[in-house]
């Protein structure tokens, strides 16, 4: 009786432990947020054969940009990919494994995959933009694929977002 207590009791924190060590999004921003769009973006029958979720895998990481570019990279997506674990992101997906499990089978295998975050973003209409680090200023024009051609100073960066602000952020009414 003692004994079956004790083993009921075992098996019950060895099952709290694994609800406690389940990834979160939050944990893995990047990648859930990514694998979760990417398997929005095929087909049922592309969904069931892990073969043709790599072949989409690698024509969605043509057009990706920042960090999820670099996941297509960890991931063997990308042509410049040193090396690859797609299949440990393909045959999951072909069994309709959610994108949080996804991720947390390929946390274990490159740990890296889950350092990826996302910058905060800076809210454009509450910012002194002349507080900002010339950095700062470039990362903004980067996200809205702009440049800034001749700019020199800070304030040759700051002038050319303010030009660029009524196209890209809409102040809310």
Not at 46 to 57: A, H, N
Not at 90 to 115: F, R, T
Not at 125 to 130: R, T
Request: overall charge positive; glycine content about 2%.
């Amino acid at each position: 009786m003692k004994s079956q207590l004790v083993f009921t009791l075992f098996v019950g924190l060895a099952i709290l432990a694994q609800v406690s060590y389940a990834l979160k999004e939050e944990d893995c921003e990047v990648c859930v947020k990514t694998i979760r769009k990417f398997a929005e973006s095929l087909t049922d029958a592309t969904k069931k054969d892990y073969k043709l979720i790599e072949t989409e895998f690698k024509k969605f990481c043509k057009t990706q940009k920042n960090k999820e570019q670099r996941l297509c990279y960890y991931l063997g997506g990308l042509e410049e990919s040193a090396t690859g674990i797609l299949n440990e992101m393909s045959k999951p997906l072909s069994w309709s494994m959610p994108a949080e499990k996804v991720c947390e089978k390929l946390k274990k295998k490159d740990s890296q995959i889950c350092d990826l975050r996302y910058e905060k973003q800076i809210d454009l209409n509450a910012v002194d933009l002349k507080k900002l680090k010339v950095r700062d200023l470039k990362k903004i024009l980067n996200d809205w694929d702009e440049t800034c051609d001749g700019c020199i100073e800070k304030t040759d960066f700051i002038k050319r977002i303010e030009e660029l602000k009524p196209k890209y952020v809409h102040s809310e009414l």
